[in-house]
């Protein structure tokens, strides 16, 4: 019995009381997967991510989960916004916040919005990920019955961030979640939405999950995928967007835990005035894999896009960045700028980088590069002639690199939680605070 065929069977009457059409487009899902398989490192996406943790593992689909108070208190973040959480890929109305929300918006978990208004998101849902993009997708389809939808009303600006929390808990036996997220944003309308996926130290589950966010003209979306995974987790992720004329759509891709973890995120520019605004950061030790696979499609002129990933890895940890970017035939006067540039802090990390552009027009403004290297040992000493001891020293120019990054993020409660993780991870576990405070004092000298 192949692997795949392992995980359909699964499904066993879960599923029986859905109404026809979702039943055949889970068939259809379940049907490519069946045809595709795992992926494996002979197919070029793949080459460089070992997927067998994945296929080989035994993962029950979750039936209810509970998570108290407590707990989700320290897995999450304290912010002022509307709140949806899911523990295991179950929705928990105990723990979510979505009540007194302003005219214009709808922040429903899946299973209530296909309830009550499936006309509108049936349709939506796979339009942009269907079973054709990876074997993933198809699993996703096939098996996903529960996650997030987000519609926001023309010319509305959203007053405080829409945060979606993916809880992943400590289980006797490793648990699997297939959720999907669709993000709708009317013309016009301004947004703030948080991906957040937390575990519990100990927690050995796979979360595959995809993401769809629609914009209208003249949409703004910031969106944030925060990757806080335990150690033992496994995560893949597919997010796609899709852009009207004068929209702009600014992503940042923070991952920070997970043994596994795989995103792939892909831009259609599909009118003028167009624009995508990536911004990315991985901090990964031990063993981690962590590989991001970003592609942008100018398909109309006039279009903009600007990528910066940047990667820290200590230990053995590997990690992999393609960035790709499609000017399409007659895609006239766009620019589209990609850097990747990585830091590894020990000999045995490594880095597999690959920036692409294909370019079919020839009125143009594009440039791509890539570095790789170690942390700067005259910058080190510059800075320990100032009193500063080695392991300070290596500590603050770590989190200048990851700066340009975090410089961009807009939200003080994620960039505060991202610089503890990378100060936290850190050889003899850096305080943050001292952090900071040197390094304010090193820029007034």
Partial sequence: MSAAHAFLQRLGERFSDEPTWVTARRQAGAARFEALGFPTKRDEAWKYTDVRRIAEGEFALTYDAELS??????????????????????FSTAL????????????????????TNHEAIGGAIGRLAGVDFSPFTALNVALSEEGAVVRI?????????????????????????????????GARS??????????????????????????????????????????EDLHVASIHVEQARDSRFTSF??????????????????????EANYNGLFFVQGRQHVDNHT????????????????????????????GKVIVKRDSQQI????????????????????????IYADDVKCSHGTTTGQLDEEAVFALRTRGIDEQMARGLLTLAFAGEVMDQVRLPAIAERVERAVAGKLPERFNLADLVEVSDALQEA
């Fill in 69 to 90: 108070a407590s707990r989700f208190e320290a897995l999450s973040m304290p912010l002022d916004a509307y709140r949806l959480v899911f523990v295991d890929g179950v």
């Fill in 190 to 231: 301004q947004s703030t939405v948080i991906e957040h996926y937390a575990g519990e130290t100990g927690a050995a589950n796979f979360t595959n999950v995809v993401s769809e966010v629609m914009l209208e003209r003249g949409a703004i979306v910031d969106h944030y995928k925060l990757q806080e995974a335990s150690s």
């Fill in 295 to 322: 592609l942008v499609n100018h398909n109309a002129p006039q279009t903009f896009s600007n990528e910066n990933y940047k990667g820290i890895l200590n230990d053995r940890a590997r990690g992999v960045f393609n």
């Fill in 253 to 274: 891709n923070l991952n920070l835990g997970g043994a596994l973890v795989r995103t792939d995120l892909v831009t259609d520019l599909n009118a003028q005035g167009a």
């Fill in 335 to 358: 620019e589209a700028y990609q850097n990747n540039a990585n830091l590894l802090l020990s000999d045995r990390a490594e880095i597999d980088t690959k920036p692409e552009l294909e």
């Fill in 153 to 185: 009303g023309q010319g509305v600006v959203v007053d405080k961030p829409i945060y979606v929390v993916f809880a992943s808990r400590a289980n006797e036996a490793p648990r699997m979640s297939h959720p999907r997220v669709l993000v709708m944003a």
């Fill in 96 to 115: 979510s916040d979505v009540e007194a929300l302003p005219e214009g918006i709808s922040i429903e978990p899946l299973t209530t919005a296909m309830r």
